[in-house]
């Protein structure tokens, strides 16, 4: 791997290898560690220019991730829509 420092950002060269039927490049770890990239971790590939762009993709957060963002400030008051048909109470 070669490594080349234009404008203070490393630029790292790879070879591509043979895995299975498909091409493959390695990420090395100190690039994954940036990113914040591990094993499974899904990209997006984009085509632009002869050049491919990997994107990694932002991991949708759980449920339980999602309701301990809520605090007494964040939530809204009680909305009353009143009664619409025959529900009973």
């Not at 984009?46 to 957060?61: C, R």
Request: aromatic fraction near 4%.
């Amino acid at each position: 791997m070669e490594l080349n420092e234009p404008k203070g950002v490393p630029l790292m060269t790879a070879k591509v290898q043979k895995w299975g039927n498909s091409l493959a490049i390695r990420i090395p770890s100190v690039v994954a560690e940036r990113l914040g990239i591990h094993q499974g971790s899904e990209m997006e590939m984009i085509i632009e220019n002869q050049a491919i762009k990997l994107i990694p993709k932002k991991k949708k957060p759980t449920l339980e991730e999602l309701l301990a963002k809520i605090t007494p400030e964040n939530r809204h008051a009680e909305i009353d829509f009143g009664t619409e048909g025959n529900e009973l109470f």
